[in-house]
């Protein structure tokens, strides 16, 4: 089992864009014109109204929901563990993808 679970992992590593939601499960998207994110596509990917753009430690983008806290958003462990901020955590769902992905 434990095998599985880390083909699992290195499968998504691999993807170039994922959604991480608030429940642990990541899935893997692609942007819908197959080459950057526009924006009404990335609010949908992740339920929100106004995004916040973090650059990630592996130089890829964490695209989070600006409001999520006011809006008490459930905390997402698996993204902030990602995020790895020791005095913040991420809310609501993210997409983290390339810098060349975003527009």
Same mark, same amino acid.
């Given at each position: ?5 880390? $083909? +699992?992992? @290195?499968?998504? @590593? @691999?993807? /170039? @864009? $994922?959604? &991480? *939601? ?11 014109? %197959? ?7 990335? $609010? *949908? ?9 973090? *650059?990630? =430690?592996? %130089? /890829? ?6 409001? %999520?806290?006011?809006?008490? +958003?459930?905390?997402?462990? /698996? =993204?902030?563990? &990602? !995020?790895?901020?020791? !005095?913040?955590? &991420?809310? %609501? ?5 390339? =810098?060349?992905?975003? *527009?």
């Amino acid at each position: 089992m434990e095998n599985v679970e880390n $083909k +699992k992992s @290195a499968d998504l @590593a @691999a993807v /170039k @864009a $994922k959604v &991480i *939601r608030v429940n642990g499960e990541t899935e893997p998207v692609e942007p819908e014109n %197959g080459m950057d994110f526009q924006l009404d596509e990335v $609010k *949908r990917l992740i339920s929100c109204e106004w995004i916040e753009v973090v *650059r990630l =430690a592996d %130089g /890829k983008l964490m695209v989070m929901d600006e409001e %999520g806290k006011l809006l008490r +958003k459930r905390c997402n462990l /698996k =993204a902030s563990e &990602i !995020y790895n901020h020791p !005095y913040d955590v &991420i809310v %609501g769902d993210v997409l983290v993808c390339n =810098a060349d992905q975003l *527009r």
